[in-house]
């Protein structure tokens, strides 16, 4: 906790902090969001979803494009049009006839629009503060975000069920102009220039740390939306529980982050860390009662951000300046994909295994997270990382 306390002191720092976490908190609004408006305009889970889908798959699509623009145009430009179109496509979708293909249109608008502002200020991050407290800024957002997930949903519903789901959208809307316009804004960023790709789109996946953390965090993603699948089967018409098992597994993760989070992490830390979330996801899906399951999500939650942060402070060590946004953007699209296929594939495999099936899947996945960084080390030491 000091070393975020000092962090926090630096000149900037703090509004840097929050300015980007409530530019970015309507990711944690907009699925859930969605869902609502479309099931509610047009009756139809089945439509809902596929909208959702739509926005995933736009967004995994533009996060490296957009990403690698921020070099291009800047950070305030970039991200400020990304705003506006933004906003604009969830007004939209909250105005017009939701009929036939029109959601999924919109929803692809709304993905491809995402302001790029997680790319762009983990990209950043290694010119506000000093060498030696850079892991510890990663660990504190990675922690931070938690807020966002725990955050965002709780207030998508809230707005929907008391006043509309469109005014839920329009509130997201809302947020992103206003967290975005503060952020870029920020006079900390007024200096910071991100240096123009000299690279062509897509060769900064030749790095080794790129690979291993969009293979590890892309698993420990879908993992994590296999066993959401899995929770909210097991307690399926009872959602007050669901989502208070569910906000358990944050909880850990925002504690697990805060303690363990700034800490220099060797290749062993990260693949224990990954070992606690494999651990805790097989306990959970032991069929115990409601305790050992929160105790479970609780074990579960607590590696998750701590071995994110030092994933991406891994990839920060070796990447080029130059290169820095468009990685994080090709992470951004590895989470969003592995997102989409964990609870695809846990929902696929729950049809024909039942409830337990999705356990099982999110199992296998977060041991995947688990060894990927232990067998890329056969190759060589991993990059940005000591041994």
Same mark, same amino acid.
């Given at each position: 906790m000091r070393r975020y306390i000092e962090i926090l002191r630096l000149p900037g720092i703090l509004r840097v902090t929050a300015s980007q976490l409530l530019a970015r908190l309507p990711l944690g609004m907009i699925a859930l969001a969605t869902l609502l408006h479309v099931e509610h305009s047009v009756g139809s889970y089945a439509v809902a979803g596929v909208t959702v889908a739509c926005v995933s798959v736009g967004e995994a699509v533009a996060a490296p494009i957009l990403s690698r623009l921020v070099g291009v145009t800047g950070v305030p430009l970039?991200?400020?049009?990304?705003?506006?179109?933004?906003?604009?496509?969830?007004?939209?979708?909250?105005?017009?006839?939701?009929?036939?293909?029109?959601?999924?249109?919109?929803?692809?608008?709304?993905?491809?629009?995402?302001?790029?502002v997680m790319p762009a200020i983990r990209a950043v991050y290694p010119r506000l503060v000093p060498r030696d407290k850079v892991g510890s800024l990663f660990a504190l957002d990675t922690t931070a975000q938690e807020l966002i997930w725990v955050g965002g949903p709780i207030l998508a519903v809230l707005l929907s069920s008391s006043l509309s789901t469109a005014f839920a959208l329009w509130v997201a809307a809302g947020i992103t102009l206003v967290g975005t316009a503060w952020f870029v804004t920020t006079p900390k960023l007024a200096d910071v220039t991100i240096p123009r790709a000299t690279e062509a789109?897509?060769?900064?996946?030749?790095?080794?740390?790129?690979? %291993? *953390?969009?293979?590890? $965090?892309?698993? #420990?993603?879908?993992?994590?939306?296999? =066993?959401?699948?899995?929770?909210? /089967?097991?307690?399926?018409?009872?959602?007050?529980?669901?989502?208070?098992?569910?906000?358990?597994?944050?909880?850990?993760?925002?504690?697990?982050g805060l303690l363990l989070g700034h800490r220099r992490f060797r290749l062993r830390e990260?693949?224990?860390?990954?070992?606690?979330?494999?651990?805790?996801?097989?306990?959970?899906?032991v069929d115990r009662g409601v305790g050992l399951l929160l105790v479970a999500l609780f074990i579960s939650g607590f590696g998750f951000a701590p071995a994110l942060a030092a994933l991406y402070y891994m990839v920060s060590n070796e990447v080029d300046e130059k290169s820095s946004t468009e990685?994080?953007?090709?992470?951004?699209?590895?989470?969003?994909?592995?997102?989409?296929?964990?609870?695809? %594939? *846990?929902?696929?495999? $729950?049809?024909? #295994?039942?409830?337990?099936?999705?356990? =099982?899947?999110?199992?296998?996945? /977060?041991?995947s997270a688990t060894v990927s960084p232990a067998i890329a080390r056969v190759r060589g030491p991993l990059p940005g990382l000591a041994h």
């Open positions: 970039t991200l400020m049009v990304a705003a506006v179109a933004n906003a604009a496509s969830l007004v939209l979708l909250s105005a017009v006839p939701l009929e036939g293909a029109t959601p999924f249109l919109i929803g692809l608008l709304v993905g491809v629009s995402v302001p790029p789109a897509g060769r900064v996946l030749r790095y080794r740390s790129v690979q %291993i *953390a969009m293979v590890s $965090s892309g698993a #420990l993603v879908a993992s994590f939306t296999a =066993l959401e699948l899995g929770v909210v /089967a097991r307690f399926d018409g009872d959602e007050a529980i669901a989502g208070l098992l569910l906000a358990a597994s944050a909880l850990g993760s925002l504690i697990g990260i693949v224990g860390a990954l070992a606690i979330v494999a651990a805790g996801t097989a306990l959970a899906g990685a994080f953007g090709w992470l951004n699209t590895a989470a969003l994909f592995g997102g989409a296929a964990g609870a695809a %594939i *846990a929902g696929l495999v $729950s049809e024909s #295994l039942g409830v337990p099936g999705a356990f =099982l899947v999110a199992v296998l996945l /977060a041991t």
